[in-house]
């Protein structure tokens, strides 16, 4: 029976914790490329969802990367909507809300072009901050339209399950600048 000598063993063992060494980062970098990747991945899905997909009323791609049970915790007019008494919802279930909500919305404020600013995601949450630009060309909140451009700068938080589709909302837009676009005076 062959016996090892300590400098063998010592060099084996190291050899050994060299190897978990070695596992353990390919593991880790390989977590961290996943995440990096999916980070970006979901950036690009924010990214088409609110520049593209939803000005152009594209529901199958809508369908595509939104949970059916996603939540939007906030409509981007909320405040906008409760001091005009408006119908349009402004919160629950984003798919419920975009068959409601949107299509008024969307008929209203029509030639939609959206323009991401700054975009940062960290692990399963995107932070989006975008400037709109539409013309006014339907009764939104109570105001006739005016066939004005209007504009506004709005920021989305969204949230993305483990399944990689969006899960959750938050929308924050300049309201008050909106409302004076529309003729709204402030008393």
């Given at each position: ?31 961290e490329?996943s ?16 520049s ?9 791609f ?24 408006d119908?349009i ?5 984003f ?9 008024p919305?969307s ?13 940062v995601?960290?692990?399963n ?8 630009s ?25 949230r ?20 004076l ?7």
């Amino acid at each position: 029976m062959n016996k090892l000598i300590p400098t063998q063993r010592f060099n084996i063992m190291r050899l050994g914790c060299l190897l978990v060494l070695f596992a353990f980062c390919a593991v880790s970098c390989s977590h961290e490329k996943s995440s990096k990747t999916d980070t970006e991945t979901n950036k690009r899905i924010v990214e088409n969802l609110l520049s593209k997909a939803l000005p152009n009323g594209d529901l199958d791609f809508i369908k595509k990367v939104v949970s059916p049970n996603c939540i939007t915790h906030r409509a981007g007019f909320a405040a906008l909507y409760e001091a005009t008494s408006d119908v349009i919802p402004q919160k629950g279930n984003f798919l419920e809300w975009v068959e409601t909500g949107w299509k008024p919305l969307s008929e209203a404020l029509g030639e939609q072009k959206v323009t991401i600013e700054n975009i940062v995601a960290e692990k399963n949450t995107v932070i989006a901050q975008y400037h709109y630009s539409v013309l006014h060309k339907g009764t939104f909140v109570g105001k006739p339209a005016t066939q004005k451009r209007v504009e506004w700068d709005e920021v989305a938080i969204i949230r993305f399950g483990t399944d990689g589709k969006i899960t959750d909302m938050w929308y924050m837009c300049e309201e008050l600048k909106l409302a004076l676009q529309l003729g709204f005076a402030l008393e």
